[in-house]
């Protein structure tokens, strides 16, 4: 009776872990951006369900603007811990609307994959709204690249958006979740049943052809110990034209701390901007 107990306080706890690899939302922030000089304005705008996501709009600077970039952030934190790898492109003429999901930061609901595809669709349309210029792209980076593959590939209006850039995205959730339990001697015998438990309707590589024709770019480091690289390799299989893809440099989280990914993923976006 007593080991029934314990496999089933450990079956918790571990299918608890799951959960939390996939959202690690944040309500305390990291810093308080008033007592910066970054140029911003607090938005919020509200979903199709009534959930009210706040975000903060980077308007571009010192520079001819080129586009509006709604980026998607990863699964933990909130805007506060996730600026630096959204800021930057405003010194290349690029607005920015970087977002919190529900239940992430300051906006309001619980979150879960169904809202959170809900969210990202009513950001893009947000940004349509603020730019009448329609130059609209879509950056997700980790979970955000790859639930932004759905919310892209899904949107009745998705030939407004002038392409996608999955950074460092996941190929499958279930699959995901298998790599990081296998990588502990206690969850590795229990990552196929413990993985079945996890909403894979939105699984990426079913999705990622319908992405077409918005230009696609697969952004991935073979160094990332978080997502192993053969995500992006099948992702990038999967897809259809117009796609691209670029190897990364530097570890999961040193994505735009590198000069040579911030510069491809800059050129790729001037380039296909160029195109229309």
């Not at 639930?147 to 999955?166: C, P």
């Not at 339990?181 to 015998?189: E, I």
Request: with cysteine; charged share 15%; proline share 4%.
């Amino acid at each position: 009776m007593i080991m029934k107990a314990v496999l089933l306080l450990l079956l918790s706890t571990l299918l608890s872990a799951c959960t939390h690899l996939i959202f690690q939302p944040y309500k305390n922030q990291a810093f308080d951006i008033e007592k910066t000089e970054i140029n911003y304005q607090n938005v919020n705008f509200l979903t199709a369900d009534g959930v009210d996501l706040h975000g903060w709009w980077l308007p571009h600077a010192h520079t001819e603007y080129r586009a509006t970039v709604v980026f998607l952030h990863g699964n933990a934190g909130n805007i506060t811990y996730h600026l630096a790898n959204a800021y930057w492109l405003t010194r290349y003429g690029f607005d920015v609307l970087l977002f919190d999901y529900r239940g992430f930061g300051l906006s309001t609901g619980k979150p879960e994959v169904t809202g959170l595809m809900t969210d990202i669709s009513a950001a893009i349309d947000y940004a349509y709204r603020r730019n009448n210029q329609n130059k609209v792209v879509v950056i997700g980076q980790s979970l955000g690249a790859s639930m932004g593959i759905y919310a892209v590939s899904q949107k009745s209006n998705k030939a407004k958006v002038r392409a996608f850039a999955g950074i460092s995205g996941f190929s499958d959730y279930r699959q995901i979740t298998r790599d990081v339990l296998s990588n502990w001697w206690l969850s590795w015998p229990l990552q196929w049943p413990l993985s079945l438990m996890i909403d894979n309707d939105y699984r990426p590589l079913d999705y990622i052809a319908q992405v077409s024709p918005v230009p696609l770019l697969i952004m991935h480091s073979q160094a990332d110990e978080i997502i192993p690289y053969y995500h992006a390799s099948l992702l990038f299989e999967a897809a259809a034209l117009p796609k691209a893809i670029f190897t990364m440099t530097g570890l999961h989280n040193q994505t735009f701390k590198i000069e040579k990914n911030r510069r491809s993923l800059l050129n790729y976006l001037i380039k296909v901007l160029s195109l229309k």
